[in-house]
């Protein structure tokens, strides 16, 4: 993975708001040529506005956004023909076939492809043999493959992927892992939005958290699970009735979601011991507890005290 | 410096243009082999062709053939049916998020828009000379070459109205069924108050009738195809399907909106 320090795109504070509703709220960041960044943050939290506006195709309440060192208010057609951008709902032409899809983008960028580079494109997004595929005959993950592969049809230097796995069965969502590791492979940056904390961790070189139009954390994913100071998470069904876990020795911190109780410790062993002590006392049975190390999911927990919801 | 400015922007507007009628050509191509589409605004319209062809082979009153009357407005039903498509298309394309794409792309969304129109406009006249060459082989008009071109104008003309008609319900529907629904139900009441004679109408119809926009477009199809002249009322025809035109345009100009708000 080659990154520079070089900001590809430049965010500072900027927001928007859509009537009373914030949508984004005085974000900032840089992204560096050559990373992959993620927004990681559930739906709603502002991450698709924050792209649209990087797109250029939303103006920023305050702020401002610079890509490819240039103002996006005032340079969005010359940006637009250096950026790829993959949209979540996919959004292909559903009466044209697979190749026909690329050949068209081509030329709304000015590069023409003759069919056998759109073939070629295809090839590489694992779609040769769905050249002749209208939208509706390709499964979910081929869908998103043919909408990256249109992102890239004018070699964009940032390509843009919002939600790229949303909705994918693992196999697939690990398929397009792949894809977008081989965008970077090729000199690439690459900003994209999930709200899946494993993506985040397994592609991002960094990752910024948003909750609710608000950039509570930025740095590597190794970096914000380590400000978890190795934070062992032990999760139980809510329990009735409520057992005091602040006071179980060892507990550093507790979040519920409604659904499970979460506790946080540095010593497994000694809050197992209350946590089995205090079920004992209250007659209660723990049910399905199980334990995990420190992940982003307990970061974002951490951050703002409740569970990704999607 | 001015000079080169206008070059470059010269040269930004024929990409653009040169784009959009390459996207133009592509939309039409898949309208052509789009089973579902032509099912609809193609056959529909056969269908209604060869109902008045067999229901008109008994006996018939020598004053009144009702084929005659009947025919051309199955023409332009065939052409203005294209704005159907288009009602449904737009507003899809702004529910799937295909305008926020577009509008992506270096090319300016207007061009694109008006590149979507025009393979529909097309795909309407195409329909519209589909249903004259049946109704030729039928036996059923033998329009000359001069009426016959001037008839395909009056199509064109039709075709550019109702398409822009088209675009325009989608402007203010966002649902894509609910836009091709609208559309329907509004063009199909226009299209029968147009198409039977006005004198089958009370008297307070007939005074309004010669306002629509379906009666100026079947009038003046008609009367090229059947008579080979235009109607008495034909310049008010025509400068009121231009002013239709004209108007539709202007309102999709101003209200257009690329995503659902």
Redesign the interface.
């Known amino acids: 993975m080659q990154t520079s320090l070089e900001p590809v795109i430049r965010v500072e504070n900027i927001s928007k708001s859509f009537g009373s509703l914030m949508a984004v709220g005085s974000i900032t960041f840089d992204v560096y040529r050559g990373e992959i960044f993620g927004l990681l943050g559930p739906n709603g939290a502002g991450k698709t506005t924050a792209l649209t506006i990087i797109?250029g195709?939303r103006c920023a309440d305050n702020g401002s956004v610079e890509v490819l060192g240039m103002d996006v208010s005032t340079n969005a057609?010359s940006i637009?023909?250096r950026?790829g951008?993959q949209?979540?709902?996919t959004?292909?032409?559903?009466?044209?076939e697979a190749i026909?899809q690329v050949?068209?983008?081509s030329?709304?960028?000015?590069i023409?492809y003759d069919r056998s580079a759109a073939q070629s494109l295809l090839e590489d997004f694992d779609l040769g043999d769905k050249a002749r595929s209208r939208p509706g005959k390709l499964s979910g993950g081929q869908k998103q493959r043919l909408a990256i592969a249109?992102a890239l049809v004018n070699e964009p230097e940032i390509v843009l992927l919002d939600e790229p796995t949303s909705g994918l069965d693992p196999q697939s969502r690990r398929k397009l892992w792949r894809f977008i590791n081989d965008l970077q492979a090729h000199g690439r940056t690459i900003v994209l939005t999930t709200h899946y904390m494993e993506e985040a961790e397994t592609l991002c070189d960094r990752v910024g958290i948003i909750d609710h139009g608000r950039l509570l954390a930025l740095d590597t994913p190794v970096n914000l699970i380590n400000q978890m100071d190795g934070r062992t998470t032990i999760s139980t069904p809510a329990l009735l009735p409520p057992i005091p876990l602040q006071e179980i020795p060892g507990v550093i911190d507790v979040f519920s979601d409604g659904e499970e109780v979460h506790i946080q410790t540095k010593d497994v062993v000694l809050v197992l011991e209350g946590l089995i002590n205090h079920a004992k006392k209250s007659a209660v049975s723990l049910g399905n507890l199980h334990i995990r190390q420190p992940n982003l999911e307990d970061v974002f927990l951490n951050f703002t005290g409740h569970k990704i919801r999607n | 410096m001015t000079a080169r400015i206008s070059n470059s922007k010269l040269k930004s507007f024929s990409?653009s243009m040169l784009?959009a009628i390459?996207?133009s050509l592509?939309?039409l191509k898949?309208?052509l082999r789009?089973g579902k589409l032509l099912a609809l605004s193609l056959g529909f319209p056969a269908f209604m062709l060869f109902t008045f062809w067999i229901t008109t082979r008994g006996p018939q009153d020598d004053d009144f053939d009702l084929m005659l009357v009947m025919f051309p407005a199955t023409v332009a039903l065939a052409v203005m049916l294209a704005g159907l498509t288009q009602a449904t298309r737009i507003a899809?394309w702004r529910e799937?998020?295909?305008f926020?794409?577009?509008?992506?792309?270096?090319?300016p969304l207007p061009a694109?828009v008006l590149g979507a129109g025009a393979a529909q406009i097309v795909t309407g006249l195409l329909q519209g000379i589909t249903i004259l060459l049946l109704g030729a082989l039928l036996g059923v008009i033998r329009p000359s070459p001069s009426a016959l071109l001037i008839a395909l104008g009056f199509m064109l003309l039709s075709a550019v109205t109702f398409v822009s008609f088209g675009s325009v319900i989608a402007t203010f529907v966002n649902r894509s069924d609910a836009s091709g629904y609208i559309f329907f139900f509004t063009f199909m009441p226009l299209f029968f108050l147009g198409s039977f004679p006005s004198e089958m109408l009370p008297a307070l119809m007939q005074k309004i009738i010669v306002y629509l926009p379906t009666t100026m477009a079947i009038e003046l199809i008609g009367h090229q195809l059947v008579a080979g002249f235009l109607p008495e009322k034909g310049i008010l025809f025509l400068g009121g399907l231009i002013m239709y035109a004209v108007v539709f345009g202007v309102i999709n100009a101003i209200f257009f909106k690329w995503e659902v708000q």
Do not use: C, W
Request: proline share 6%; glycine share 2%; no cysteine.
């Open positions: 797109e195709l057609a637009k023909a950026i951008v949209l979540q709902t959004s292909l032409l559903p009466d044209l026909e050949m068209l983008f030329r709304l960028y000015g023409p249109l | 990409t784009a390459q996207f592509t939309l898949a309208n789009n899809q799937q998020e295909i926020h794409r577009f509008a992506l792309t270096p090319v694109l």
